[in-house]
């Protein structure tokens, strides 16, 4: 599975994008897909992830009344919607891709097989 995850940009304190994840490969509606995001001298963190029928999604605390994640499996693209943005949103969001993972290790980078490039969310406030 090759990901190529778009969207990223430069946005005002309290805007919205929207992140897109698009695959290639191999039949990307198996697989559970998840967002990652890094900022300037931290960790990996977990934003979101979707199962692959869609029905199950989890989210960070620090994003849940904000972020929504869904997927068009048809389309092999998992989107990211983002509003109410802040500061400390900033950062490189990444989003990947593996198949068989439980539900507890969904939250894990270790748990997923595929990685895409990134994309870079700038906040200004």
């Known amino acids: 599975v090759q990901l190529q995850a778009s969207g990223g940009g430069l946005v005002q304190a309290g805007g919205s994008l929207r992140l897109s994840c698009a695959a290639s490969?191999?039949?990307?509606?198996?697989?559970?897909v998840g967002w990652f995001r890094q900022a300037p001298g931290k960790e990996r963190e977990f934003v979101a992830a979707?199962?692959?029928?869609?029905?199950?999604?989890r989210y960070a605390e620090s994003v849940k009344s904000r972020f929504t994640i869904s997927r068009d499996n048809a389309k092999n693209t998992v989107y990211l919607q983002m509003n109410s943005l802040e500061s400390v949103d900033t950062a490189v969001y990444y989003c990947?891709?593996?198949?068989?993972?439980?539900?507890?290790?969904?939250?894990?980078?270790?748990?997923?097989?595929?990685w895409g490039q990134g994309t870079l969310v700038t906040v200004s406030s």
């Open positions: 990947a891709a593996g198949n068989s993972i439980i539900l507890s290790s969904i939250f894990t980078s270790a748990a997923y097989n595929y």
């Open positions: 490969g191999r039949t990307f509606s198996s697989y559970t």
């Open positions: 979707i199962r692959w029928s869609g029905g199950t999604k």
